[in-house]
């Protein structure tokens, strides 16, 4: 297969974006071999006489996209992230035609994008895609959904990767997929609030390479209607498939908010089982350990210090405080009664820490559902994890001001949570009475086996016994309510489930090979 040096096609990627993996049993690599055997020749000389802009597909790989707006359907392609960005239709229509003649009412126009994104993507110099095919096309289209499920240029990195993992992708998707921006252009409204007022600053974005910055205010000045002009994604090599894209995010010559995000996160120390969370504070940073959700609550720091200092004795500079502490989690578990799961070793300690991404990335006890699911999907995680997980609080404690507002003033309504157990208020009322200086008092997670790993958390839920909000609301969905009454009934897939969603919870963000450290000790950088 030849490349085409001097056809520089854009990019129709992202049919991978939201590519449905429940319907990837119904298709083939070779679907068409005996129907259309001449399929891949015409889309791949239709595509030389094309460039194509981003596609993305928001019922799934159904061509909606393609769609004409009808007296019945506003369909995607004047959608906000589509309009005058979404190209080449007419090119989609024109393979579309040749193939009619070929082999009619055969090939479906989704498999004809889908080859299409392949294509260009390898005539660009990008790799060769083995692509199963056979899809149908919709018969729908929705401006709306387009509207609400396509990533904005302007959104946190936290709203994208929960748009990625609702179709069943994870952060490491967000990144690779986000390298389809070494080819392409963006137009000036995309980026203009960089160059001027950045999050209503009246500044441009401080972290914006000052020569990019130059550049982009003289091709899109403040204040006039150059907001159609056309900026490369990549000013390097523009028009070529490489990546060159991640090393322009690394200089902080992304173009778009959102792709330089990818690097504000990684430099955040919130990014995943790094250890971060064992670092003291330095004059270069504010750790973890004073974070909102962290205060006076994380405890245990001397306990892995000392294993430490014993590892170290044995192995030194072997063992990294991430993996001691992902080995204490699984044994403090299974010394309470909990199970015992297998865990993947070599992580490498982070090497910052940040109290602001602590204090916006960790769950609050008194946040609502979607906001905790958000910031489970954000880490790759599912809504079956988010249950799971909360099952942990079947040990430990709890601060007062966790949940005090539940006792006297729920909701600013001047009385107590009304689904709360009668007997449980009137304990937590006595352990913490209103108005005095008791915040910091400690009542448990789980009244009833307070030390042991068990089921009894999910049992509380169901009885209206949960100590904190954040506990409780999981009974007021009803996806949410029918995974606690299951697992209140079944201890031992609760302990299975719990297993494999914390081995799931150690791999996010590690660091290996090379990158990172294996501190000396864990509460400093080496």
């Known amino acids: 297969m030849d490349r085409n040096p001097y056809t520089l096609p854009i990019i129709p990627l992202f049919c991978l974006f939201f590519l449905s993996p429940f319907v990837f049993c119904q298709l083939d690599y070779r679907f ?35 769609l004409d707006d009808t007296s019945t359907l506003k369909g995607e392609k004047n959608a906000s992230p589509n309009r005058n960005s979404a190209r080449g239709f007419d090119v989609i229509d024109t393979i579309k035609a040749d193939v009619e003649k070929a082999c009619p009412s055969t090939v479906s126009c989704a498999d004809i994008l889908t080859l299409a994104a392949r294509e260009a993507i390898y005539l660009a110099g990008g790799p060769y895609l083995t692509i199963p095919v056979g899809r149908r096309d919709g018969t729908t289209a929705s401006e709306s959904a387009a509207n609400e499920q396509i990533p904005s240029p302007f959104e946190s990195l936290e709203n994208i990767a929960a748009k990625f993992t609702s179709k069943g992708l994870e952060m490491k998707d967000v990144v690779v997929l986000s390298g389809a921006h070494t080819v392409g252009f963006a137009q000036c409204s995309t980026f203009k609030p960089r160059l001027f007022d950045f999050n209503g600053s009246g500044k441009p974005d401080p972290n914006l390479d000052t020569s990019l910055l130059e550049n982009l205010q003289v091709l899109c000045p403040d204040q006039d209607g150059s907001y159609s002009k056309l900026a490369p994604l990549d000013p390097v090599t523009t028009n070529r498939f490489d990546n060159i894209y991640f090393k322009n995010v690394v200089n902080n010559s992304g173009l778009l908010q959102s792709d330089q995000a990818l690097m504000s996160d990684s430099k955040s120390a919130s990014m995943g089982c790094d250890g971060s969370v064992l670092l003291d504070e330095t004059n270069e940073f504010k750790g973890e350990k004073n974070a909102f959700p962290n205060r006076n609550s994380l405890k245990g720091f001397e306990v892995i210090e000392k294993i430490k200092a014993d590892l170290e004795r044995a192995c030194p500079s072997t063992v990294s405080c991430v993996d001691i502490l992902t080995l204490a989690a699984r044994e403090a578990v299974f010394l309470s009664g909990g199970p015992f799961w297998p865990i993947p070793l070599g992580r490498r300690d982070g090497t910052t820490a940040s109290e602001r991404a602590a204090n916006e990335q960790l769950p609050s006890p008194i946040e609502p559902l979607e906001n905790i699911t958000a910031k489970f999907t954000s880490k790759g995680l ?6 799971v997980l909360s099952g942990a609080h079947t040990l430990g404690f709890a601060q007062c001001f966790t949940f005090k507002r539940r006792l006297f003033d729920f909701k600013g309504s001047g009385k107590p949570d009304p689904t709360l157990d009668s007997s449980l208020l009137q304990n937590l009322q006595g352990t913490c009475p209103h108005g005095d200086g008791t915040n910091s ?29 954040s506990d409780q609301v999981l009974m007021k969905d009803p996806k949410t309510a029918l995974m606690v009454n299951y697992y209140s009934m079944y201890p031992f897939q609760f302990s299975n489930d719990f297993a494999a969603s914390m081995v799931k919870l150690g ?20």
């Open 32 to 66: 068409y071999d005996g129907t259309c055997p001449s399929l891949t020749k015409i889309v791949r000389n239709g595509i030389c006489l094309c460039s194509f802009s981003l596609m993305i597909y928001v019922q799934g790989c159904d061509g909606s996209v393609l």
């Open 382 to 387: 599912d809504m079956k994890d988010v249950v």
């Open 441 to 469: 008092k400690l009542a448990p997670l789980d009244s009833v086996t307070v030390n042991k790993f068990d089921n009894l958390y999910f049992k509380n839920l169901v009885n209206n016994s949960g100590l904190l909000e």
């Open 507 to 526: 791999n996010i963000g590690v660091l290996t090979g090379q990158n990172g450290q294996v501190r000396k000790k864990c509460g400093s950088v080496n």
